[in-house]
C-alpha cells in the first residue's frame, strides 16, 4: 500500500542531485551535419529517474479514487514523460559504451535498439547499474510501508560490521525501609544493560529482463519499481516475521501484558498498563492492528452489552472510517496486509501484524523506545548488477541484493488483545 | 557439530566462474523427523542438501479460509529458490548425481569471522582462513566438482593423507585417508599434495592438504 502523504513529502533534495563533475557527466549529441540536438546529462538522468519512480508510485497511491490524500503529480504527459526518461538513460549509456570504442553517440533510441552490440556491452550495463542504483537508493525509505516506520529505529553499519545497539536497563531501584544506625547494612542493587547484535545480511533477486521490451520500450518508472517493489516487500515481511516472533516470545511480552478479548474494562486495564509501563501518559499510546482488528474496538455499556452510542456519533465514524480514530485517548492505527510474492493471482497469501490469522491490537507508546532496532549497509544497501554477455537469448540477467537486518528490541513494554 | 580445530577449506583448481551454482547459501544443522536443529560448521565441513530454507518474512502466512469460511487462516510459508537446510554428508553417495556434479557440499564462508557472546552473533572484520559458521546463520557451502581440486585443513579429516593413504573418502562431514580408491561409483578424492602449509597474518598455521574431486566406477 503506497503512502501518497509519504510521497508528497519527500525532500526536494533528493531532486537536486548534483554529483562531482566528472569528465563524462555531460555528453553532447550532435548530429550528421555537427548541430548539438541533445545534451545528455548524468545528473539530469538521475534526477528525471527520481521523479519518474516517484509519478510512478504516486499514479499508484491514486488509483484510490477515495483516498483523503492525493499524490501531486507535477506531470501533464505522463507516458511521454516515462518513456523520455528511460529512452534519454538508455542513451547516455549508450554513449558511454561508444566513446570507449571511438564511435559518435547515437541520437537517437532506435540507433540503439539496432545495435545488438550493445545489449552485450559491459559498459553500458555497469553505466545503466550505478544510474539505477542511484536512483533507487534514496527513493527506497519513502515507499517503505509506514508501518515498518512506526516499529523499526534504523541504523547504518559498515559492510561486513556488526551494529551494536546497547538496551539501557529499565530497572529502577527499591528504598529498603530503614533506621538510623543501619545505612550501610541495606542490599547492593545493580543495573546491567543489553546489547543486540545487528549485521546487515544480503537477500538477492535474480531476474531477467528482455533488451528490446524493457529496456529499448520501457517506462522508467515501472523500470525502477520493479527493483524497489519486491525490495520492499521483503523488508516489511522480515520486520513483520521478527515482530510476530517477538510478541510470542515471553522475553519480550510477557503473559501479564497479554488480553485475549475486547471489552472496555479490558481495554482500560491494558492501557493504565501500558502507561504505568512505559512512564507515557495515554495520549502517547498508539494502538496498532488491522482494520478487521480495529474494528472491534468498539465500546459497548450495560447487559446484555451494547455499542455504546452506536446509533449517534460514534457510530457514523465507525460505520465511515471503519474504526474509531481515537478510543479512551489512545490514537488507533491502521496496518495493512502485504501479499506474498508469487501468490497474489491464485490462493493468495498474506502477511501481516498477526500470524495466525487471529486479529491482534497492540499498544505501546509513540515516543517511546523503538520496539525494533535496525541496520542498512552503508555505501550501497542497494546493489544491482546486469550480466548480458553470459545469456543467450536477449535477455539480461539481473541480480539485486539488499543488506540490512532486523532485531526485536522491546525496550519499551508493549501490550497485546486479541479480538477474535 | 562443535567448532572442529585446524579446520580450513580453499578452492584450489576450479571452474566455478562458469557455474553459477556452485556456491549457494545453507543453514547447517541437523533433523530429527522434520524438526531442524541448527549448529556450527566449521570450514570445509562436508555436507549434502536437504530441503529448502523458509524463506525469512514469509515463513508465516495467512490466507483465506476459502469458500464458506470468514476471515484469515494460516497458511504454509513460502520457501527458498535455492537456499537450503544443510546435513552432514555421512558417505560420498549422493542419490541423484551421477555426473560431474557430486551433491556433495564444503561449507566456504565468504562472510567475515564471527564470534558468538551467549544469543549475539558478532562480526570481527580481519580473520579470514578456516572461519566457522555459527548455529542459525546462513552461510555459503561449496559444490566439489568432479574434476576440481580443493585444498583442506588437518582438523577435516578424521584419518590424515600419509605416502601410503592417498586416496579419501568421505564420513560424517570428514575426511578419510585409504590406500586405495573405492570402487562403488562413489565419490572420492585423491591426495595430490601431502606437505603444504597455511599461512595466517605472519605465521604458519598448520597442515594444508591439496585433494583432486573424483569419482569411482562401480565395479560389476
Not at chain 1, 555505501?379 to 539485486?400: H, K, Q, V
Request: net charge negative; aromatic share 10%; glycine share 8%.
Amino acid at each position: 500500500m503506497i503512502n501518497a502523504a509519504k510521497l508528497n513529502s519527500i525532500s526536494d533534495d533528493l531532486f537536486k542531485y548534483k554529483s562531482a563533475n566528472t569528465q563524462d557527466k555531460v555528453i553532447k549529441v550532435c548530429s550528421a551535419d555537427g548541430k548539438n540536438v541533445l545534451n545528455l546529462d548524468r545528473d539530469d538522468i538521475i534526477v528525471n529517474g527520481r521523479y519518474a519512480t516517484l509519478e510512478h508510485f504516486g499514479k499508484i497511491a491514486n488509483m484510490d479514487k477515495d483516498a483523503p490524500i492525493k499524490f501531486n503529480s507535477t506531470l501533464k504527459h505522463y507516458g511521454n514523460y516515462q518513456k523520455k526518461v528511460m529512452q534519454n538513460t538508455v542513451l547516455y549509456c549508450a554513449a558511454l559504451a561508444n566513446k570507449a570504442v571511438g564511435l559518435e553517440p547515437y541520437t537517437n533510441i532506435n540507433d540503439v535498439a539496432n545495435d545488438v552490440n550493445l545489449y552485450r556491452n559491459p559498459i553500458f550495463w555497469h553505466a545503466l547499474a550505478y544510474i539505477s542504483q542511484e536512483v533507487i537508493t534514496p527513493l527506497f525509505p519513502a515507499v517503505i510501508p509506514a508501518a515498518t516506520e512506526r516499529l523499526v529505529n534504523w541504523n547504518r553499519a559498515r559492510l561486513g560490521e556488526t551494529k551494536l545497539v546497547s538496551i539501557k536497563s529499565n530497572d529502577f531501584f527499591l528504598f529498603d525501609d530503614d533506621s538510623w544506625g543501619s545505612v550501610s547494612s541495606k542490599p547492593y542493587q545493580y543495573l546491567y544493560k543489553d546489547m543486540i547484535a545487528l549485521t546487515p545480511k544480503p537477500y538477492t533477486a535474480k531476474t531477467k529482463i528482455k533488451w528490446y521490451q524493457d529496456i529499448i520500450d520501457g517506462e522508467a518508472g515501472e523500470y525502477y519499481a520493479a527493483f524497489m517493489r519486491g525490495a520492499y516487500n521483503k523488508m516489511y515481511a522480515i520486520m513483520l516475521a521478527k515482530f510476530n516472533k517477538a510478541m510470542a516470545n515471553e522475553k519480550y511480552i510477557p503473559a501479564e501484558n497479554k488480553w485475549d478479548s475486547f471489552t472496555p474494562q479490558n481495554w482500560t486495564d491494558a492501557i493504565m498498563a501500558a502507561e504505568a509501563l512505559n512512564g507515557v501518559p495515554r495520549n502517547q499510546l498508539a494502538a496498532m492492528g488491522s482494520l478487521s482488528a480495529l474494528s472491534k474496538i468498539l465500546p459497548t455499556v450495560g447487559t446484555p452489552a451494547v455499542a455504546a452510542g452506536i446509533q449517534g456519533q460514534i457510530g457514523v465514524e465507525w460505520v465511515r472510517n471503519g474504526f474509531l480514530a481515537n478510543v479512551f485517548g489512545v490514537d488507533l492505527i491502521e496496518t495493512g496486509l502485504a501479499v506474498v510474492p508469487g501468490t497474489q493471482n491464485y490462493k493468495p497469501k498474506y502477511i501481516g501484524l498477526s500470524d495466525n490469522g487471529q486479529d491482534k491490537i497492540f499498544i505501546f507508546a509513540k515516543n517511546g523506545y523503538s520496539l525494533m532496532e535496525g541496520a542498512i549497509a552503508e555505501g550501497s544497501p542497494i546493489t544491482i548488477t546486469f550480466t548480458p554477455e553470459e545469456t543467450a537469448d536477449m535477455t539480461i540477467d539481473i541480480s539485486e541484493t539488499i543488506i540490512f537486518d532486523i532485531q526485536p528490541a522491546f525496550s519499551q513494554k508493549v501490550m497485546e488483545i486479541s479480538v477474535d | 557439530m562443535a567448532y572442529i580445530k585446524n579446520t580450513a577449506f580453499e578452492v584450489y583448481v576450479t571452474n566455478s566462474k562458469r557455474n553459477d551454482t556452485q556456491n549457494i547459501t545453507g543453514k547447517f544443522g541437523s533433523f530429527s523427523g522434520q524438526t531442524f536443529t541448527p549448529d556450527v560448521c566449521s570450514a570445509g565441513f562436508l555436507c549434502v542438501q536437504n530441503s529448502l530454507l523458509p524463506n525469512e518474512g514469509y515463513e508465516n502466512v495467512v490466507t483465506r479460509g476459502g469458500a464458506g469460511t470468514n476471515g484469515f487462516v494460516e497458511a504454509t510459508g513460502i520457501t527458498n529458490g535455492n537456499s537450503w537446510y544443510m546435513v552432514t554428508a555421512t558417505s560420498g553417495n549422493a542419490v541423484g548425481l551421477t555426473g560431474d556434479h557430486t551433491g556433495i557440499y564444503a561449507c566456504n564462508t565468504y562472510d567475515v569471522a564471527r564470534a558468538t557472546l551467549g544469543n549475539l552473533a558478532i562480526n570481527i572484520p580481519g580473520k579470514t582462513l578456516g572461519l566457522s559458521v555459527p548455529a542459525d546463520e546462513r552461510s555459503d557451502f561449496t559444490e566439489l566438482i568432479v574434476g576440481e581440486q580443493y585444498n583442506w585443513g588437518a582438523g577435516n579429516f578424521s584419518t590424515k593423507p600419509t605416502t601410503d593413504l592417498l586416496y579419501c573418502t568421505i564420513a560424517n562431514g570428514l575426511l578419510v585417508a585409504q590406500a586405495a580408491a573405492p570402487t562403488d561409483g562413489s565419490v572420492y578424492f585423491q591426495v595430490m599434495k601431502l606437505d603444504g602449509r597455511f599461512t595466517e597474518g605472519a605465521f604458519d598455521a598448520g597442515e594444508k592438504y591439496t585433494l583432486r574431486c573424483l569419482r569411482s566406477k562401480a565395479t560389476a
